[in-house]
C-alpha cells in the first residue's frame, strides 16, 4: 500500500492494546498515517508483545510518561473495558493539554458520556465518543489486525459541544483504516447496538450454556454443525468485556431481550400448537429481514444486486437486433398484486412477479405489519410463484419500525391511502429520491376522508396516526394521476360510504380491474366518476402479472430506430390504458403489431412484434400524454432519431418523477449533439444524427435506460453514467439487451 500524502493524525496515543486499540495502532503505522505511535500497556510483557509485532512505535506504563508531549493534532483513543472509562479520562483530564484529541472504542455510548461528566464536569470539546463495528471472539494484543476496520463502519456519537476540528481529525482517522465513518445521537446508538449486538452476544452465551450445563447431553458439542459454530462464535469474546457492557447498556439491553423473550415464548406455543401457518410467518419474515437488515438500515436499496455498485452502462452501434424474449413482470401490477392480496380473506398466489427493487420494498413493507408472504413456491409448471396468506382488510398489525420504501413512488402513494385508516401509527420513509417528490397531492384528499398525517414539506417521511372517524369523500382529480386515483380507491375500502373519484384524462386502470378480480367492483359512472363501496371485502384469487410495458417500451424503440431490426417480445401487458407510446410511435410510422392477444387476470396481454422503419416527428397529441407518461424517456430516443420536429406539451408531470425527466433527457441529447428546446411542460426535439458521449442518468432508472439506446445510432460509444439504478425496476436489463444483440456492457465504477 502506497503512502498517503497528509498523516491522519500527528501522534497517537492508544490506552489499551488489545483487539480494538491494538488493531487502530498497527493500522494506522502500516498505512503510515500517524507520525509515531505509541501503546499505554499494562506490563511490561505485553510492551514487549506489541513492540515485537510491529502494533506500535513503542509503549509505556502509564499516560504520564508522554502527556507532555501531546498537543494540537495528535490523539489519544481510549480502549479500555467499559467501566474502567472513568479513571483513564480522569487521568487525561489532569495531565493532557485540551488541544489533544480524545476518542474511543467503547460499545455504550451513554456510560462512556457520564464518565466524561463525571471527570471534566461536562463532556470536553476534545472529546469525540466513537464505536467501530467491528470486532472477533479473540482478544488481546496478539489479536491486534491492521486490516480489522477495512471496510467496516464506525458510529461517532458527537456532542452539540464537541469541536468541529476533533470530529474531522477522528473522521480521518477512521477513513485511513478504510472504515466508513457514520453519526448518531449517543441514545440511538444503544438502542440499536443493544439489540443488534449485545442482545445477540447474551443470546449466544446462554445457548451455549444451556447446551453445556442444563442439557447435559455429551455428544451434543460432537456432533454439532456448522449452523451450531456459526452462531455461537460471540460466545467465545472476553467475558469481562460483556460483564461490563451488560451492566453499561442495561436499560437497552433489558428492552431487546424481553421482546426477544415475549417472541420466543410465542414461537413454543406455535411449535406446540403445530401452527404451521404462524411458524411459515416467522421464518419468512425473518429471512426476508436477514437478507436485506444491514441495507435497510443505511436506506438503501433492498436487492442483494448491482444496485449497491456503482455502474455505467457503454452502448455501441452494432447490428440490426433479432429474436424474442419475455420483459419482466410488470411493476404497477406486482404492487397491487403485493397489497390487494394481502388485505384479501385467503391464499393468493402470483406468478409473474417482478422480483426488483421497487416491488421488494413493497413486499417487505407488508411483512413489517404481520403478513405471511412465502416467495419460494414452485406450480408443477416449475414456475415460480408468490403466496400471499391474506389478513383481510382490518388484520394489518402496527410495524415495530418505518417502512422503508427504497424510490417505489408508486408504493408510496398507494399505502398511503391503506395506512391512512389504519387504528395504529405507522411511518413512510424512502431514499433521497423518493423523499424529494411531491406527497401534498394525496396527503389533501386523505386528511378530506378524516386521516391525521403529519409531513414536513409535503413529502417523506409520511406518519400516519389513527383516524378518529374515516369518510368517504368526492374527489375530482386536479391532475392525470394513477397513484392518486388508486390511493383512494384504496383507502375507500375502509371509509363510511360510498368513495367517488373523477378523472378528467383516463389514466392506466389496473387498480380498478384488480379490486374487480378480489371481488370488489368499482364502479365506473357518466362524466369519469369511479365510485367503491366502503367495507368491501377482498377475496384471493390468482393474479398472472405479465410482461412490463414500460420496460417493453425501450426494446420496441431500439428495434425501431435500428435498421434491419425485427423482435418478438412476449406476453406483454397491453392495457389500453398504458399503451399511449405505441399509438404515438405508430403515428411516427413505426412497424409494430400485437399477436396472440389474450387476457391473463383480467389484463389484455399479447406478443408484440416491431420492425424497423424511419420514423417521423410529430405533435404529440394531448390525449395520449397522461396514457405515456412512463414511456416518454424512450420516446424521446425516437424522437431524436426520427426525421424532422417532435413536441410534447402538457406533460408537466415529468419534472417530478424519480428526476425531472424533462431536463435530464434534455441535457443528455444536447451532449450527443440533438437539438433539444424545452419548456415547462414538454419540449421540442429536432432529429438529427448523434455523436457518442458520456452522460448521465441523473439517478433515474428510466433515463438511464433510454440514453443508452442512443448509442445504437450515435457515431462513436455512448457511456450512461449512474446507471446501477435500473435495479429499482428492470434489473435484467442488460441481459435482455445482449439477448437481442444490442453491444452494451455494464462497468463497474
Keep these: 500500500m502506497s503512502e498517503p500524502e497528509f498523516k491522519a493524525v500527528g501522534k497517537l496515543v492508544v490506552i489499551g492494546l488489545g483487539l480494538i486499540g491494538g488493531s487502530v495502532s498497527a493500522g494506522l503505522r502500516q498505512r503510515h498515517a500517524c507520525q509515531e505511535a505509541i501503546g499505554i500497556v499494562r506490563d511490561q510483557a505485553n510492551a514487549a508483545l506489541a513492540l515485537e509485532r510491529g502494533v506500535v512505535d513503542r509503549a509505556c506504563l502509564s499516560l504520564q510518561e508522554v502527556a507532555a508531549e501531546l498537543g494540537e493534532g495528535d490523539v489519544i483513543f481510549v480502549a479500555v473495558p467499559t467501566l474502567a472509562i472513568e479513571s483513564v479520562l480522569r487521568d487525561i483530564h489532569a495531565l493532557v493539554s485540551p488541544e489533544v484529541t480524545v476518542t474511543d472504542g467503547a460499545s455504550v455510548k451513554g456510560s462512556v458520556r457520564e464518565a466524561a461528566i463525571a471527570a471534566f464536569g461536562e463532556v470536553p470539546s476534545n472529546l469525540v465518543l466513537g464505536h467501530p463495528i467491528a470486532g472477533s471472539e479473540q482478544s488481546g494484543v496478539a ?277 391512512a385508516a389504519q387504528t395504529f401509527s405507522s411511518t413512510i420513509t424512502g431514499d433521497a429520491s423518493l423523499s424529494a417528490r411531491p406527497m401534498g397531492r394525496i396527503i389533501e384528499p386523505l386528511s378530506s376522508m378524516g386521516a391525521n398525517i403529519h409531513s414536513e414539506s409535503e413529502n417523506l417521511p409520511l406518519t400516519f396516526a389513527p383516524a378518529e372517524r374515516f369518510a368517504a369523500i368526492d374527489y375530482q382529480l386536479p391532475l392525470a394521476s394513477a397513484q392518486v386515483k388508486s390511493c383512494l380507491l384504496l383507502a375507500g375500502l375502509y371509509a363510511d360510504g360510498v368513495t367517488r373519484v373523477r378523472e378528467s384524462q383516463v389514466t392506466r386502470d389496473h387498480t380498478e380491474r384488480m379490486l374487480g378480480g378480489f371481488g370488489c367492483q368499482v364502479t365506473r359512472c357518466d362524466e369519469g366518476w369511479l365510485a367503491i363501496d366502503g367495507g368491501s371485502e377482498l377475496q384471493a384469487c390468482h393474479i398472472d402479472v405479465p410482461g412490463d410495458f414500460s420496460s417493453a417500451a425501450f426494446f420496441i424503440v431500439a428495434a425501431s430506430i435500428t435498421p434491419g431490426s425485427d423482435i418478438l417480445l412476449e406476453h406483454v401487458g397491453v392495457n389500453p390504458s398504458r399503451t399511449g407510446a405505441l399509438d404515438i410511435l405508430r403515428l411516427m410510422g413505426a412497424d409494430i403489431a400485437l399477436l396472440n392477444e389474450d387476457t391473463a387476470g383480467g389484463e389484455p396481454v399479447a406478443d408484440i412484434r416491431v420492425r424497423y422503419r424511419q420514423l417521423q416527428g410529430i405533435s404529440i397529441p394531448p390525449e395520449l400524454v397522461s396514457r405515456a407518461i412512463d414511456e416518454f424517456p424512450a420516446l424521446f430516443v425516437a424522437a431524436a432519431s426520427a426525421r424532422g420536429v417532435t413536441e410534447l406539451s402538457g406533460a408537466a408531470e415529468l419534472r417530478v418523477k424519480e428526476s425531472d425527466r424533462l431536463a435530464n433527457m434534455a441535457a443528455g441529447l444536447k451532449a450527443l449533439g440533438v437539438s433539444v428546446d424545452t419548456h415547462a411542460d414538454g419540449l421540442r426535439i429536432t432529429g438529427s444524427a448523434m455523436q457518442g458521449a458520456e452522460v448521465d442518468s441523473a439517478g433515474d432508472h428510466r433515463v438511464a435506460m433510454a440514453l443508452a439506446l442512443t448509442g445504437l445510432c450515435c457515431d462513436g460509444a455512448v457511456t450512461v453514467d449512474h446507471a446501477e439504478c435500473i435495479a429499482s425496476s428492470f434489473p435484467g436489463f442488460v441481459a435482455q439487451a445482449k439477448q437481442l444483440g444490442i453491444t452494451i456492457e455494464a462497468i463497474d465504477c
Excluded at 491492521?146 to 459541544?161: A, D, F, G, N, W
Excluded at 440511538?188 to 449466544?204: F, K, Q, Y
Excluded at 444491514?294 to 438503501?300: I, K, V
Aim: aromatic content about 6%; proline content about 4%.
Design 143 to 419: 489479536a491486534a489486525n491492521p486490516s480489522l476496520y477495512q471496510k467496516h463502519r464506525v458510529i461517532l456519537t458527537p456532542e452539540p459541544s464537541t469541536g468541529a476540528a476533533h470530529i474531522a481529525r477522528v473522521t480521518a482517522l477512521w477513513q485511513a483504516l478504510g472504515a466508513e465513518v457514520l453519526s448518531m445521537s449517543v441514545s440511538e446508538h444503544d438502542e440499536v447496538l443493544g439489540a443488534t449486538s449485545h442482545l445477540p452476544h447474551v443470546i449466544a452465551y446462554s445457548l451455549v450454556d444451556t447446551l453445556a450445563h442444563d442439557i447435559g447431553n455429551p455428544n451434543i458439542f460432537r456432533y454439532a454443525a456448522g449452523g451450531f459454530r456459526d452462531f455461537t462464535r460471540i460466545a467465545s469474546s472476553d467475558p469481562i468485556m460483556w460483564h461490563d457492557i451488560m451492566r453499561a447498556n442495561r436499560g437497552a439491553v433489558l428492552h431487546s431481550l424481553d421482546k426477544f423473550v415475549d417472541n420466543l415464548l410465542r414461537l413454543r406455543d406455535g411449535i406446540e400448537r403445530e401452527d404451521g401457518e404462524y411458524l411459515l410467518g416467522v421464518f419468512t419474515r425473518a429471512k426476508a429481514a436477514r437478507d436485506h437488515f444491514t441495507r435497510m438500515l443505511a436506506g438503501r436499496t433492498l436487492k442483494d444486486s448491482a444496485a449497491l455498485t456503482p455502474i455505467k452502462f457503454r452502448v455501441v452501434a452494432g447490428a440490426p437486433l433479432q429474436g424474442r424474449l419475455r420483459v419482466p413482470g410488470d411493476k404497477s401490477i406486482s404492487h397491487r398484486a403485493i397489497m390487494l392480496g394481502s388485505l384479501a380473506n385467503g391464499k393468493t398466489t402470483i406468478a409473474g412477479l417482478l422480483e426488483s427493487e421497487d416491488s421488494l420494498a413493497t413486499l417487505q413493507a407488508f411483512r413489517d405489519m404481520g403478513v405471511v408472504i412465502d416467495g419460494a413456491n414452485n406450480d408443477a409448471t416449475g414456475e415460480e410463484r408468490v403466496t400471499i396468506y391474506g389478513v383481510g382488510l382490518h388484520g394489518l398489525k402496527a410495524p415495530q419500525k418505518p417502512l422503508y420504501l427504497g424510490n417505489a413512488g408508486t408504493s408510496a402513494r398507494l399505502l398511503s391511502g391503506i395506512l
